[in-house]
């Protein structure tokens, strides 16, 4: 490893020098940090093996001596603890039933051999000097906050029981004048014992003062050591007594009979509560599976119920969707023929602005070249005027150039207002061949001639569509030119350029606004309050709805569970 070192060692030294005694350091904290994962999992391994061991073992002493008791680890120590436990128990019922019965008869407690006691707000009675120390807690938390001081945790039952603080001296020890052993005694505000120091410090370099950690000879755990400090003997506290004449409350048990009970009748006490447990508990597994098929009925109904009420809202919501979708359509129609009235109207104010001063569509310059242009109509020759007209009718040709006699005996109220003359029908002129490839398939092709490839142009809805779109584009393109031309000549003479020439050329309609009452259109806040307003008015209709529903479904589900279990008659259908 020296070797290698070496080798990854630079020439000069610098900063960027190994230091072979890191590197060796750190392989020795590897392969120490390694032997204690191995040395962990090897431990586990081996509890593990050992539990299922014994477990074996127990099966087969028991099939050997025909025992049904199963083997417990610990079995006599979890007995006397059990036993202990019983008997505490019993000593802090009987003293609580004392109080109980002195709050009534004597609230000093003498007669009863208990302390004076005093009933709360709540009805709970309580021994007066419980209330003293939690006003002195009070007072003490009060005094502390008030002077800034950190305070102090109340100490739990583990620590008034006897359990390790970690050598702090607590409320509860100054109370109870306890006196902690020299490796227990640390001062307050270190907060940890010296033990445990001790054991942190260990193998750091200090010096000779460093006190010995106190081993643990026991080979118990500290969650052990607890418990066994928890339930070792002590003195019992003294017995109350219940005098002569004092009926106990109904169904209530007479702890105070139970006080010197002997540890054979304590441990009988507690198997009984066992076996009385375990028959609740397998009484009242009994119980669900009895009911499951049933109760698995009853959900399916309550589901299918609600399923069902949740089908006839999604068409009710369907229809009302439709609905709203025509009513949105209305509006937009109506909102685009108001937009279209309006802007007719600001175009007739501006051409009569243009007119007063001295602009018309006869006389500005630039106005007669503007023509429509139909789209995907490019190179065909098309009489507007005529089709404005429209005073003399003509044939309607197929595709194929032969009229279709069947289609004009079918009657129809259909009025095809785009008939044109034939003889200003609209022509392509093609005087060269170039002329045809230079715009392959952009229109509809037609000859001069009468030969097979003739056509005419068939006026349909789409067409007529189209040329109106175009026609009304070139009236928008000439008043425009009207309007540049007008504000020229005021800006030339230092004029004040009119409003009306300031409006829009073209109608624009703006989607999704509402018409109010007052024939304004809907602003942008406006139409955001109404949506919101509308989201809150559905979103509390609809948790109503659901919780209907549910009261529905819920009903349905318990009476078929009713009329599965004949508590009910079973409806017909």
């Not at 586990?44 to 680890?73: G, H, S, W």
């Not at 008997?87 to 609580?96: D, G, N, P, S, T």
């Not at 005098?243 to 009979?257: I, R």
């Not at 001069?448 to 009236?475: M, S, T």
């Amino acid at each position: 490893m020296g070797a290698m070192v070496d080798e990854f060692q630079p020439q000069s030294g610098g900063p960027g020098a190994l230091m072979p005694g890191k590197v060796l350091d750190w392989e020795r904290k590897q392969r120490l940090r390694e032997y204690r994962v191995a040395a962990r999992r090897e431990r586990r391994t081996r509890k593990a093996d050992e539990k299922k061991q014994r477990k074996l073992n127990a099966t087969i002493l028991r099939r050997m001596t025909k025992n049904p008791e199963k083997y417990t680890k610990n079995a006599q120590r979890n007995r006397s603890r059990d036993v202990e436990q019983e008997r505490r128990r019993i000593w802090i019922e009987a003293i609580r039933q004392a109080e109980r019965l002195a709050a009534i008869h004597d609230p000093s407690g003498v007669s009863f051999n208990v302390g004076p006691v005093a009933t709360m707000e709540d009805g709970n009675v309580i021994s007066v000097a419980v209330l003293e120390k939690r006003k002195e807690r009070a007072r003490e938390l009060e005094v502390a906050s008030a002077a800034g001081e950190p305070l102090r945790p109340q100490p739990s039952s583990r620590q008034q029981l006897g359990g390790p603080t970690n050598g702090a001296v607590t409320i509860h020890d100054q109370h109870m004048n306890v006196d902690r052993g020299p490796q227990d005694q640390c001062p307050p505000e270190a907060g940890m014992n010296l033990a445990r120091l001790a054991m942190m410090h260990q193998g750091s370099g200090h010096g000779d003062d460093t006190p010995v950690p106190v081993k643990n000879h026991s080979g118990l755990s500290k969650n052990q050591q607890r418990k066994v400090e928890a339930l070792a003997p002590k003195a019992p506290p003294p017995k109350p007594v219940i005098p002569d004449g004092v009926a106990l409350p109904d169904g209530e048990e007479n702890w105070v009979s139970l006080w010197d009970l002997p540890d054979h009748e304590l441990e009988r006490r507690v198997l009984r509560g066992k076996k009385r447990k375990a028959a609740d508990r397998k009484s009242l597994r009994l119980k669900q599976q009895s009911g499951k098929v049933e109760r698995r009925a009853a959900r399916d109904e309550r589901r299918r119920v609600y399923r069902d009420i949740k089908n006839e809202w999604k068409v009710l919501r369907a229809a009302e969707k439709d609905h709203k979708r025509l009513i949105q359509r209305i509006e937009q129609e109506e909102t685009k023929k108001l937009a279209v009235e309006l802007n007719n109207a600001e175009r007739a104010a501006a051409l009569a602005r243009c007119a007063e001063l001295g602009f018309a569509l006869e006389n500005v310059e630039g106005v007669a070249e503007v023509q429509p242009k139909v789209l995907g109509m490019k190179g065909v020759e098309m009489d507007f005027e005529a089709f404005e007209a429209r005073t003399k009718t003509s044939k309607v040709g197929t595709k194929n150039g032969k009229s279709d006699p069947k289609s004009r005996m079918v009657k129809s109220n259909r009025v095809d207002l785009s008939l044109v003359s034939d003889e200003r029908r609209a022509r392509m002129l093609q005087p060269e061949a170039e002329q045809a490839d230079a715009y392959p398939g952009d229109f509809v092709s037609l000859d001069v001639g009468g030969g097979p490839d003739h056509q005419e142009l068939n006026y349909n809805h789409k067409l007529r569509r189209k040329v109106h779109r175009a026609i009304e584009a070139a009236q928008i393109e000439k008043e425009t030119l009207v309007r540049q031309k007008t504000i020229e000549y005021c800006e030339a003479n230092n004029l004040e350029v009119p409003v009306e020439l300031k409006t829009r050329a073209k109608a624009v309609s703006e989607k999704g606004r509402r018409i109010l009452e007052d024939g304004r259109l809907e602003t942008d806040k406006q139409e955001r309050v109404r949506s919101r307003l509308e989201l809150t008015e559905f979103n509390k209709a609809a948790k109503v709805l659901r919780r209907q529903a549910k009261e529905r479904a819920t009903e349905a589900g318990l009476r078929k569970f009713a009329e599965l279990t004949g508590r009910l008659p079973v409806r017909e259908t």
